[in-house]
Nanobody, 119 residues
Framework: QVRLVESGGGLVQAGGSLRLSCAASGRTFSSLHMGWFRQAPGKEREFVASISWNPINTYYADSAKGRFTISRDNAKNTVYLQMNSLKPEDTAVYSC????????????WGQGTQVTVSS
């Protein structure tokens, strides 16, 4: 089993920055592909960014490209999401997910952290 705990959310003005963290415990973190997702009120959860187990490959939703950066520190069992130039439409609950190498689905999820961007 893997336990994921997000932190770093909060209230920020438009144009500001936040850095989210997702700390993992349990199964070997370095063997997991990791992703960030978000869910706004009344909307479905959507993909934001992901990073491979060896932090070589990263992927971003179009809405995140150029503003968000995903990274990981396998020594600290932590994945990060640096969010810059935040917009009110970025307001959502942000969750991290873990996907076992060779599988297509995210099996491990954190509780999420609220990000609110005021205009």
């Amino acid at each position: 089993q893997v336990r994921l705990v997000e932190s770093g959310g909060g209230l920020v003005q438009a144009g500001g920055s936040l850095r989210l963290s997702c700390a993992a415990s349990g199964r070997t973190f370095s063997s997991l592909h990791m992703g960030w997702f978000r869910q706004a009120p009344g909307k479905e959860r959507e993909f934001v960014a992901s990073i491979s187990w060896n932090p070589i490959n990263t992927y971003y939703a179009d809405s995140a490209k150029g503003r968000f950066t995903i990274s990981r520190d396998n020594a600290k069992n932590t994945v990060y999401l640096q969010m810059n130039s935040l917009k009110p439409e970025d307001t959502a609950v942000y969750s991290c997910g873990g996907r076992v190498r060779g599988t297509a689905t995210y099996d491990y999820w954190g509780q999420g952290t609220q990000v609110t961007v005021s205009s």
